[in-house]
């Protein structure tokens, strides 16, 4: 039985980008042997795994490979190619990833428009989806982080205590706020923030999915419907079995995360989205270590008086110094 493993083609091909994608069906001996081979093979059959290439076939020539190339359609104005295949694995997503996460090398990412500028970042909506696929399409937030000069540093101060920095040009370009110093400032913040996105969701905290981090932007699920954000808790108007069942669910995320160690920093009705009955905790770049950072215990409480604050004064009585001392306890019981 004799199979012919290449696909050829003659015929010139228009200079373009070209995704690299499996023979179908694809002839069993091929499998993909040679190319990524320490891979598990992806899920999705028709891609190969392979980064798309830019190819130019001079006239005559012949294109001789194991796979079939599919032409794709440049990005146009507000999109760019899905930064998926180009971030390093560690800068990707807790496993298990979930299904409407989109990995193909075939995706364009569209600027939808923004959702919020805020102090310290800018949010805004994207689609990633691969043009033609009804499946392949998900929204997500995309936070980046500003790395100008009017950034506001407030929290740069009290939380970065005991975090190192290793090279010291680095130390010393934040210290001396230069435009330097300012981008790994802001790659720093988005890279703390995807790292306690990805510790929290995978504890089970309400967080949204953390997609990615590339430098300064996070991509993350977008809490929402329809391309409209939730609200913010801030904005809800709910009758008092709804704020009773808001607090407990805040109450338990702050529980999971004391029991952790650790305080969300800077929680308050801003901080928490209400979708659907569920509340998320979002802003999560300043998460601290309660025992160990200096100030933890500051932030804790304060964290406990924010939420009480606003919830007694929309009807739903709570006592915060009763919250801290439980969450204190909590943080304390893993020593
Ligand atoms: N994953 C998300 N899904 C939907 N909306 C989001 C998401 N992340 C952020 N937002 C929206 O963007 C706003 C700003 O996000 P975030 O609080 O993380 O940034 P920030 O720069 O700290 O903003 P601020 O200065 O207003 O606190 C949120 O209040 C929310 O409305
Ligand atoms: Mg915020």
């Known amino acids: 039985m004799s199979h012919d493993p290449l696909t050829r083609t003659t015929e010139p091909l228009p200079a373009a980008r070209y995704l690299p994608v499996r023979p179908d069906p694809a002839p069993a001996h091929l499998a993909l042997t040679g190319v990524g081979a320490a891979d598990p093979a992806p899920a999705d059959p028709t891609t190969t795994d392979l980064p798309p290439v830019d190819l130019e ?3 005559g020539a012949a294109l001789v490979a194991p796979f079939e190339f599919r032409a794709l359609a440049d990005p146009g104005e507000g999109q760019r190619w899905s930064t998926w295949s180009s971030v390093v694995k560690g800068a990707r997503g807790p496993q298990p990833r979930p299904s409407w996460v989109i990995t193909s090398q075939a995706a364009i990412d569209t600027e939808l428009g923004v959702l919020k500028t805020g102090k310290e970042a800018d949010v805004f909506l994207i689609e990633r989806a691969v043009p033609g696929s009804a499946e392949q399409t998900a929204v997500l937030a995309a936070k980046r982080y500003r790395d100008r000069e009017h950034r506001n540093f407030h929290r740069d101060a009290g939380y970065l205590e005991g975090r190192s920095v290793r090279r010291s040009r680095d130390q010393r370009a934040m210290q001396g706020r230069t435009r330097y110093g300012m981008q790994v400032l802001a790659g720093q913040w988005a890279m703390a923030e995807f790292g306690a996105l990805c510790h929290l969701w995978s504890l089970g905290v309400p967080v ?6 590339d430098g300064t932007e996070i991509l993350m699920e977008f809490i929402g419907s329809d391309r409209v954000a939730a609200p913010r808790l801030a904005q809800v108007r709910a009758e008092p079995a709804e704020l009773a069942g808001y607090f407990d669910q805040i109450a338990n995320a702050m529980r999971a995360m004391a029991a952790n160690g650790q305080a969300h920093g800077d929680l308050s009705a801003y901080n928490l989205l209400v979708d659907q009955g569920r509340v998320v905790l979002i802003d999560l770049p300043q998460v601290v270590d309660v025992v160990s950072n200096p100030n933890g ?30 969450l204190v306890g909590l943080a304390f019981s893993q020593y």
């Open 297 to 326: 215990m500051d932030y804790l409480q304060r964290d406990c008086r924010n939420v009480c604050t606003w919830f007694n004064s929309h009807g739903h009585r709570c006592d915060p110094e009763e919250l801290f001392g439980e």
């Open 57 to 59: 076939v001079p006239e």
């Open 208 to 213: 949204p999915y953390p997609v990615q981090v």
